[in-house]
């Protein structure tokens, strides 16, 4: 990582600590010319395989830390100190990193966000899903809010019926849930409204002061969706 980081852009740097730390990854062909229907990424908006994690966010900070003269290390400073780590696909990556980072980077500032993280049920909340506990794609603890990434399956009525029950048993324990698609996923103004409602429900400002924030915010979005093959 921090070999390649003067190299890269400060999206690149980011989406490429994802995918290291994550169980996606993405392939070096063109996806447009592949002809193996049986690989695990076709069919999958940016093209990816599901995999194992080459790291973790905390292995990648300890050898940036601990190499003090490897090139790169000042350029991949930034991008590590502030990457979330453990996304589950490009799209989860982008959403994670919109939401987590600060707004002098583009950011929502809505951290700080807790990845793939466990939510025991209560009783009733069990009850009302039919389920013990739940994984959330993000959680946000300031908001008591979980984002997550809603690929074009969860549009299958089962899936559809299964998540509206998780629903029901996180918000009886007050706990918000905010579903993002593909389309959402294109639209920085449709992601900063989503940012917009959990300030707005936990009656908390939302009032970016950083410096050019309104241009910055969609530069990022276009820049992380490039860097994982989405284009714009």
């Given amino acids: 990582?921090?070999?390649?980081?003067?190299?890269?852009?400060?999206?690149?740097?980011?989406?490429?600590?994802?995918?290291?730390?994550?169980?996606?990854?993405?392939?070096?062909?063109?996806?447009?010319?592949?002809?193996?229907?049986?690989?695990?990424?076709?069919?999958?908006?940016?093209?990816?395989?599901?995999?194992?994690?080459?790291?973790?966010?905390?292995?990648?900070?300890?050898?940036?830390?601990?190499?003090?003269?490897?090139?790169?290390r000042v350029a991949a400073r930034q991008a590590i100190s502030?990457?979330?780590?453990?996304?589950?696909?490009?799209?989860?990556?982008?959403m994670y990193c919109m939401f987590a980072l600060p707004h002098s980077l583009g950011g929502f500032n809505c951290g700080p966000l807790k990845p793939n993280y466990k939510i025991v049920l209560t009783g009733k909340a069990s009850m009302l899903s039919g389920l013990p506990y739940v994984i959330a794609d993000a959680y946000l603890p300031r908001f008591k809010a979980i984002i997550e990434y809603n690929g074009s399956y969860h549009d299958e009525s089962t899936i559809r019926?299964?998540?509206?029950?998780?629903?029901?048993?996180?918000?009886?324990?007050?706990?918000?849930?905010?579903?993002?698609?593909?389309?959402?996923?294109?639209?920085?103004?449709?992601?900063?409204?989503v940012a917009r409602t959990l300030y707005r429900r936990k009656q908390i400002q939302f009032s970016p002061r950083a410096r050019a924030y309104a241009s910055k915010c969609p530069e990022l979005l276009r820049e992380l969706r490039q860097a994982v093959g989405l284009g714009n």
């Fill in 1 to 72: 990582m921090c070999d390649l980081a003067g190299e890269l852009t400060f999206a690149e740097q980011l989406t490429l600590i994802e995918e290291l730390t994550g169980s996606w990854s993405l392939p070096e062909r063109n996806v447009a010319e592949e002809d193996d229907d049986g690989l695990d990424f076709i069919g999958k908006a940016s093209g990816y395989y599901d995999c194992e994690p080459a790291t973790s966010l905390e292995e990648i900070r300890k050898y940036h830390s601990d190499s003090k003269w490897v090139a790169g």
């Fill in 82 to 94: 502030v990457a979330t780590g453990s996304s589950r696909s490009p799209m989860e990556a982008i």
């Fill in 161 to 193: 019926r299964r998540d509206e029950a998780r629903a029901l048993g996180l918000m009886s324990m007050n706990v918000d849930v905010y579903r993002l698609n593909d389309l959402q996923l294109k639209d920085a103004a449709a992601l900063e409204s």
